[in-house]
T-cell receptor, first 112, second 113 residues
């Protein structure tokens, strides 16, 4: 079956680095997405990984290991505005499938 | 600017009443999706459509219905058969290209009176 798991909550200090982990299980994998969602707002796209390795975008980086069913989102130089939920989601490789399976999200609190 | 518009932002439903949530996109995306989000829960897929006049049930389709008569529009009806409709509803769209992300509207918060 399909499953995706990430920590429920994390707290980190302004200016620090935080790593949010995500593990997934699926019979066919075709990409992993990270989204940021502020409370009461729509999720916004952060990053996409389909091959193993690190993708860097400014203060945000995302890593994927397909053999381990594992990804992480790395946030550097944390700012107060980074307080939000971070959702990981995978897309499976079924024919014609564009659906995403989402984790429950990790609520990140950035403290001064 | 291109985007996805959901309306209304807040919606109240009486017991036994059907309500329809609007979703319009001008991104020229073929695929559209409806999700439900409950507190502490991830996004759960209600229905999706990959092309006009075709749609498929997601994981929690019971008590909901959709239509896709135009590429730009994918309205969701919450019927009286949905016993626990209070939730945050999100509409999304994407190209039918697997390395492209889904883009979300601002959501509709539905509450029972």
């Amino acid at each position: 079956g399909q499953n995706i798991d990430q920590p429920t909550e994390m707290t980190a200090t302004e200016g620090a680095i935080v790593q949010i982990n995500c593990t997934y299980q699926t019979s066919g994998f075709n990409g992993l997405f990270w989204y940021q969602q502020h409370a009461g707002e729509a999720p916004t796209f952060l990053s996409y990984n389909v091959l193993d390795g690190l993708e860097e975008k400014g203060r945000f980086s995302s890593f994927l290991s397909r053999s381990k069913g594992y990804s992480y989102l790395l946030l550097k130089e944390l700012q107060m505005k980074d307080s939000a939920s971070y959702l990981c989601a995978f897309r499976d490789s079924g024919a014609g499938s564009y659906q995403l399976t989402f984790g429950k999200g990790t609520k990140l609190s950035v403290i001064p | 600017d291109g985007g996805i518009t959901q309306s209304p932002k807040y919606l109240f439903r009486k017991e036994g009443q059907n309500v329809t949530l609007s979703c319009e996109q001008n991104l020229n995306h073929d695929a559209m999706y409806w999700y439900r989000q409950d507190p502490g829960q991830g996004l759960r897929l209600i229905y999706y459509s990959q092309i006009v006049n075709d749609f498929q049930k997601g994981d929690i389709a019971e008590g909901y219905s959709v239509s896709r008569e135009k590429k730009e529009s994918f309205p969701l009806t919450v019927t009286s058969a949905q016993k626990n409709p209070t939730a945050f509803y999100l509409c999304a769209s994407s190209p039918t290209n697997r390395n492209q992300p889904q883009h979300f509207g601002d959501g509709t918060r539905l509450s029972i009176l």
